[in-house]
């Protein structure tokens, strides 16, 4: 049993270990993507995101959100540097018709495809109906949620995708010639041209799609319509992007290259940045807070994303008392919030302030804790007496919700955080609490700033009433959506009727103010609707505003042209140049 | 004829286990609270992905995925083709077999692990017994109290302090990225640094034990030196037990290093294993799962095979049980490691 | 009373009050494991009078100073975002770190001890089904199991307790296995097995008192491999539930500010390391303590 060791044995083990290590290394050489090019003079720019690219398929929700818009796909418009309005992109021209319902799109006759093939008023119809076909026609054999905005308000879009409607002829979009696209909406939507510069509205070339089911993301088979095209790709580690040579405005592109780095660790992508490695990154200023260089290198668009926390369903009666949930609003104090938060702003209402049209007025969620207290004394609940426990909901640990369970504590409310993972988080938000709880699940929204988007697409008429609803009605409402013996057309009926009848007061005149503004053609006339709807939806206070986040990145002084945006892409690196 | 019959029996155990895990995790995924559809829905957390969207979508995709069938029947949907070595498209990553995700990272998770073990020998062996033979040594003391601090350190922090010294401060490596060889320094010593801990402990308790048995007292008391009783008598057995523990740490290693991989951004199978859990990527779980448990389940029969081969004592043990009555973890050292390097 | 230690297979009967005599003197005299020993109670006595030691309330924020240094402000290891101070914090968090290893650990060794003595001195189908399940626990995906935990439990200490338990009494059980099979074979148990003692009598007689030290040594390095599966826990996000803190949380929570303000994770990690050494270093004394033949 003892066992005697020769010098021999020994070299021979360390051979050994010596050729693991080498084999070991050779394998994973194999793995590494390609040496990033070092031409002189090449224009590269390098870049982090801070998700995995999980999938390029702008017709489903995933991470190719960050990087389709930028480059890789183009829509019949785009929008401008600002992001409040938009310049011509496969279409050279628009025309909106005098009732705000139909727009007839122009392509331009250059436009292709990285492939060569031209962009016609077909390819742009067969792209949509991908989008909206309710089975997703999706790449692989199962597939993400859908990404078709609701807000756009194409006709007949929602109900063709729910299943309610089945005929495509019946869906407002439609090619009369090869170089025209028309669209038709339900209702005049003055974000529509802007909204069409959504991921999901982009243009991929279904042929392509069709040619190639499931690899057509897969860089050899990429045919896009945008500046660029992906010269690889892997999900987890990045992609590189070249320009794309067929694209009509070729000469504007600057860049040789652009090189994508996932880097999901936000300290890790700070270092790389303030290592010279990356020209642009991604940020969260509360992360550089101390670091006066990095926040002088930091561009931000202002008012991109809310902050806000979102009523939950309780069977205890004072979730659903008006006065309560206002007290709560005014005892947060979102000074000291925003300071919690570096980079983040207070925000007084659901609407960004850089809002075109935002009043004052419309700023109702304040912090006021004298006022706080005097609503809990109407509402019954004199100093917090007799209030279930309140909670924040949540699904990571932020220190924006343990803040605000203090300030709630100081009018004298029991409250509490909550933290559950992701998945149960998005499973139970919606689920009615038990009579000893109410409470909030935290969240933010983000998107282009408009009157529209922030009044009828976030926390629209439909949200409002549903939030609105009592415990027993919205079970009701629950178990129509999941019944699947109704059909589709018979199933709105039912949950209409509900919304229609059961919802508060105050949900349905704020749904009927919105459906006033949306039918507005004149824009002042329009906006005064809106606000009005806007300042009555945040004193029903079913949604408290916490605070404005920035999209903010570090971009190196020697790069020029990155026009941050509020949009999740964040800017287009068409018109990037570096050094 | 008896290792036949061993190997049979093992082989046997292997795929039975292997179900009962695939049964038990896709149980799990199922009593989980949560979906892939509704996480999506949701946004995942990622500002600006969400919209004000209904729930009548959610349970579309739902249907789509199946999942409002019974378990039971979702389950023999997915292990008929899984049979087959068909593990059908992750949700995650729509384009992707699942199949195609793990053939493509698991070499680069293999090759890291395998070299971070080594070196991590390389590492322990020495300083163990040289902290076991000149026990209560400032040495001793000195090399357990750093070991012992890298035990404890979060990979991540690891991770991120190797940058701050070797990119920020001394800029000799890129911070991240994945472009060459130079890429996968960091991420190794990053890997190596805990492991190292844990088996320089393990090793200096190993061979503090054997010291102290009788062979190895009678050695000395024959007037044996101390170099010759230590290298023919001590370290051969004190260091057998080792195999034991580089296996399971070797597939916890391939697994488990999605600290390092979202801090470097190595492309490895970790993070595909924890993400999977996360979004509830039914495929994907069951996947990266299925296939830690095969590597777990191989690694521990090649160990109790090498063990045999090396050690006839536990030679006849074979024939007997199932399981060489010698192979079980030392020193309650490898306890803390093993759940340590457990994803 | 009367017990038998294992030197080898001779028998012993000697005094068990001086048995314990003689280890602890022998625990005495490496003084390391004695330091070691000492600073754990320290940091018990800490945790214990937290209360009573932290300046602040440890959940109470103070928006007036936010990530401080060390030193100022009236705070001795500065505040985190909040302006909550860390000192404090630390107190409270090393409490529930304890708490939680502690109980974790005691949960799983009761698990181990039960399930390891029947495998191995029964042996059988026990033992073929202990051994078949290790691997298949060690390929579980960990981070489901403890969303249903918590899903279940609600997110509270126990669920968190439970977790931890459930990913290492499996270990431990094979550790205590081990020790079985290897005792008895030994002289004194055959002996006693043939004057016709039962099974129970041969097991709380003769083999846990001649385990105790393997069950000890084992517990001392559980207890640290606990507390890193609570940090384990917290960087998943199923951590001590918030405002409360503990070193896994406050490891955690600190690194997202680890440009910003480095106390705020160095602190928590430093006790985190230290404690996880002084066990390390018990476990080293007590081994040596029931183990004579090093005299």
Known sequence: MIRYSTPGARHRRLAVAAFAVAVTLAATSCSFSDNPDKESGAQVLKLAVGAPIDSLDPHFINNGGYVVPAGLLEGLVAQNDAGDDVVPAIATKWEQSADGLTYTFTLREDAKFSNGEPITAESVVSNYRRLLTPTGAGGGSVTNANSYQIGLGIKNASAYQTGALTDWADVGISAPDDSTVVISLDAPNPDFLLGMTNNSMLITDTAAIEANPKDWTKAENWVGSGAFTVKSWDPSTGMKLVPNKFYWDRDKVELDEVDIRVIQDPQAAILAYRNGELDVSPVSMDLISKDDKLLGETEKADGFAIDFLNVQYSQNPAAQDQRVRQALSYAIDRDKLAGVQVGTTTSNSLVPTRVEGWTDSMGVSVYDPDKAKQLLVEAGYPGGEGLPAVQVFDHRPRPVADAIVDMWKQIGVEAKVTIVDIGVWADTRWKVLDEDLMGFYINSFGGIPTLNNWVYTYWGPDSTKQFSLAPADWNRYQEIQADEKLDGAKKSQMLDNILNTKSSEGAQEFADLVEQARQTVDPAERTALYVEAATLRESLALQIPLLEEPQAFLVDPTVKGVHVRTTIEGFYYKGVTVG | ?343 | MTARTDDGGAALVIDRTSEWGRRWRRFRSNRLALVSLGFLVLLALLALFAGVIAPYDPNTPDYSKSLTDPLTGGNLLGTDVLGRDTFSRLLYGLRTALFIALTAELLALACALVVGVAAGYFGGKIDQLLMAATDVMYAFPTYLFAVILATVLGRSTWSIILAIAVGSWLTQARLIRAQMIKLKTFEYVEAGRSMGAGSMTLIVRYLLPNSLGPILVTTSFGIPAAMLAESGLAILGLGVAPPNASLGTMITDGYTYVLVQPNLIFWPFFVFACAMLAFTWVGDGVRDAFDPKDE
């Not at chain 2, 049979?8 to 149980?27: E, H, P, Q």
């Not at chain 2, 699942?98 to 080594?118: D, F, H, M, Y």
Request: charged fraction near 15%; charge should be positive.
């Open chain 2, 1 to 343: 004829m008896q290792l036949m019959m061993f190997l049979l029996r093992r082989l046997i155990r292997l795929v039975l286990s292997l179900l009962v895990v695939s049964a038990l995790t896709f149980g799990l995924l199922s009593l989980a609270p949560g979906s892939f559809a509704g996480i999506q829905a949701a946004g995942a957390g990622s500002t600006g992905l969400a919209s004000g969207r209904s729930v009548d979508l959610t349970s579309q995709v739902q249907q789509r995925f199946g999942e409002d069938l019974p378990v039971w029947q979702q389950y023999k949907n997915w292990l008929g083709p899984a049979l087959h070595g068909d593990f059908g498209y992750s949700y995650k990553y729509p384009e992707s077999t699942v199949g195609e995700l793990i053939v493509a990272k698991l070499p680069t998770s293999l090759a890291l692990a395998l070299i971070a073990v080594v070196l991590a020998l390389m590492i322990a062996i020495p300083m163990g017994i040289l902290a076991a033979a000149r026990r209560n040594s400032p040495w001793d003391h000195g090399s357990m109290f750093v070991l012992t601090a890298a035990t404890a350190f979060p990979t991540y922090l690891a991770g991120i302090l190797l940058v701050l010294i070797f990119s920020s401060w001394l800029h000799w490596l890129p911070t991240g990225g994945w472009s060459g060889p130079r890429y996968a320094i960091l991420p190794i010593i990053a890997l190596t640094i805990a492991p190292a801990g844990v088996m320089a402990r393990y090793v200096r308790s190993s061979v503090l034990e054997v010291l102290r048995e009788e062979y190895v007292v009678a050695a000395f008391a024959k007037g044996g030196s101390r170099r010759i009783v230590m290298r023919r008598h001590v370290l051969r057995n004190a260091l057998m037990p080792l195999v034991t523990v580089v296996g399971p740490l070797l597939t916890g290693l391939v697994v488990g290093t999605i600290f390092i991989e979202t801090i470097f951004g190595v492309p490895g199978i970790g993070g595909l294993f924890t993400e999977a859990a996360q979004v509830r990527d039914m495929p994907l779980l069951m996947g990266t799962t299925l296939v830690f448990a095969l590597m777990l389940m191989l690694v521990n029969l090649l160990v109790d095979l090498s063990y045999a081969v090396i050690d006839p004592r536990t030679r006849t043990g074979l024939g007997l049980s199932t399981e060489p009555a010698e192979r079980t973890s030392g020193p309650a050292a490898v306890e803390a490691m093993m759940e340590e390097v457990k994803p």
